[in-house]
Nanobody, 126 residues
Framework: QVQLVESGGGLVQAGGSLRLSCAAS????????MGWFRQAPGKEREFVAA????????AYADSVKGRFTISRDNAENMVYLQMNSLKPEDTAVYFC???????????????????WGHGTQVTVSL
């Protein structure tokens, strides 16, 4: 098992940046593919970005391509989401997720992930 704790959320003006962090503990972190999802009020939880276990392959939702960057540090058991050029529609609770996957595979579907954090709120104002 792996436990996930997100941090780094907050209130930012449109056009600003935030960096989310996800700390993993409890298992061999490097065996896991990692993803970020978000959920706005009244909406379904949606895929944002994902990274394979080694960090060489990534995937992004079309809505964040070119603005968000996912990365990981297996030595520190961390995964990050750098968010630039933020828009009000990026406002949501952001969740970190993990699934065992020691291949080049990058899961992009919510149901593929086994472990979830409790989320961190990101609010983007006009």
């Amino acid at each position: 098992q792996v436990q996930l704790v997100e941090s780094g959320g907050g209130l930012v003006q449109a056009g600003g940046s935030l960096r989310l962090s996800c700390a993993a503990s409890g298992s061999t972190y490097s065996r896991y593919a990692m993803g970020w999802f978000r959920q706005a009020p009244g909406k379904e939880r949606e895929f944002v970005a994902a990274i394979n276990w080694s960090g060489v392959r990534t995937a992004y939702a079309d809505s964040v391509k070119g603005r968000f960057t996912i990365s990981r540090d297996n030595a520190e058991n961390m995964v990050y989401l750098q968010m630039n050029s933020l828009k009000p529609e990026d406002t949501a609770v952001y969740f970190c997720a993990a699934v065992v996957a020691t291949t080049m595979y990058v899961p992009t579907v919510r149901a593929e992930y086994r472990y979830w954090g409790h989320g961190t709120q990101v609010t983007v104002s006009l």
